[in-house]
């Protein structure tokens, strides 16, 4: 759906996100475990709610005024990649992550940017 070698997401609490202008349309893969929500007028992917994980909003990153901040983390998919497309991802994994590494993943993520903000 990114129409790209890559599809970026940003993970953030469903709580911290909100819509700030307009009303994207639901679009793309029609799941009704994912609604994924695009600008009406250009059609751009916005971001995605996940109905089995309510409490997170994955954002694409190319929606940030200034998207400078954010380096991939995790890379999944890998085994869909181009063979020229690498990222500085600190995880790669062939598909998605197996679900009982999510907890320590988010908190590993969470040090490293810690880490990062103390520079």
């Known amino acids: 759906m990114s129409a790209s070698a890559f599809s970026l997401s940003a993970i953030f609490p469903s ?22 929500f695009f600008c009406p007028h ?3 992917w916005m971001f995605t709610r996940p109905a089995a994980i309510e ?15 954010f380096v991939p983390f995790i890379e999944t ?9 690498t990222t ?10 197996p679900f009982e590494l999510y907890e320590s993943l988010t908190q590993e993520y969470a040090a490293h940017t810690s880490e990062i903000d103390s520079r």
């Open 42 to 44: 250009c059609t751009s």
């Open 88 to 97: 500085p991802a600190m995880h790669r994994f062939e598909q998605f992550p």
């Open 15 to 36: 709580d911290a996100f909100s819509v700030t202008q307009g009303e994207p349309v639901i679009g793309g893969l029609h799941d009704k475990e994912l609604a994924h």
């Open 55 to 69: 409490a997170i909003v994955n954002v694409r990153p190319t929606m940030f005024d200034n998207a400078a901040w």
């Open 77 to 85: 998919y890998t085994s869909e990649k181009l063979p020229w497309a």
